[in-house]
């Protein structure tokens, strides 16, 4: 007797970025990622204590529903967070219950939208843009981040947290990740320099907020009415009831 054979079903996903980032020949170059629908294996996942100690257990899920060949370490953080919530609605629907103001509301997350790119300002398969910081003047490159790197500046912190308990690096960490050369150089020993004893506190939210306005993401916002009747853009919180709808 043979062996009984299941097929199972897939989706492609669209991703903020459009492929643009990535080079050419890489399989995301597209602009699409195909993802299965979770089945009960991606539930054990969920619960998996280990991976849930070692807060790695949303990245074994999307590696486990991820069919395109790619390391998630190569997904922009905006492409990512496109495919987490696409995991969710594969995996539960596409209702998410939400509480604002004391009051349930449900998001129908097959309406969130990609973010609108302005693909003049994006070279074909290059990861780098030219800024000038607005109140120093000094001209610097810089990259959107990806799952890998996001990675290594957790990394860094944690260890540097380890040394001194007492350390908060969260942000200039992530500006020496974030920053590709400055004025040229892109030795990671200027950078660092630059990060640690020139970078201005304005400059650095000025960058912040440009990245944040040119990064491809998802936009999870959504609309609520309040007390007035009045339609109000909320953010959408990521609660535990996200992978979790029936707790």
Do not use: C, W
């Amino acid at each position: 007797m043979s062996e009984t054979k299941f097929k199972f079903p897939t989706e492609e996903v669209d991703l903020p970025s459009k492929g643009l980032l990535y080079p050419e020949g890489h399989p995301l170059k597209s602009g699409k990622i195909e993802m299965k629908y979770m089945t009960a294996r991606e539930e054990d996942i969920l619960t998996n204590q280990n991976f849930i100690s070692r807060g790695v257990v949303l990245d074994k899920l999307l590696e486990a529903l991820i069919v395109t060949k790619v390391s998630l370490k190569d997904l922009l953080i905006g492409d990512k967070n496109a495919v987490l919530i696409s995991s969710r609605i594969l995996g539960y629907g596409k209702d998410y219950k939400i509480s604002y103001n004391g009051t349930d509301h449900i998001v129908d997350l097959t309406e969130l939208k990609n973010k609108k790119l302005d693909e003049k300002l994006f070279a074909e398969g290059i990861n780098n843009f030219e800024y000038i910081l607005p109140h120093s003047k000094t001209k610097i490159t810089f990259r959107l981040l990806t799952d890998g790197i996001d990675k290594q500046i957790e990394e860094e912190i944690k260890g540097a947290k380890k040394i001194n308990k007492n350390a908060s690096p969260e942000y200039s960490t992530r500006m020496k990740y974030l920053i590709t050369s400055v004025e040229g150089d892109s030795s990671g020993k200027t950078i660092r320099d630059f990060v640690d004893n020139y970078l201005l506190a304005r400059d650095a939210k000025a960058l912040r907020d440009h990245v944040i306005k040119l990064q491809p993401d998802i936009e999870l916002k959504t609309e609520i009415e309040n007390d007035f009747g009045e339609l109000e853009e909320i953010d959408i919180p990521i609660s535990l009831n996200f992978f979790f709808p029936d707790s």
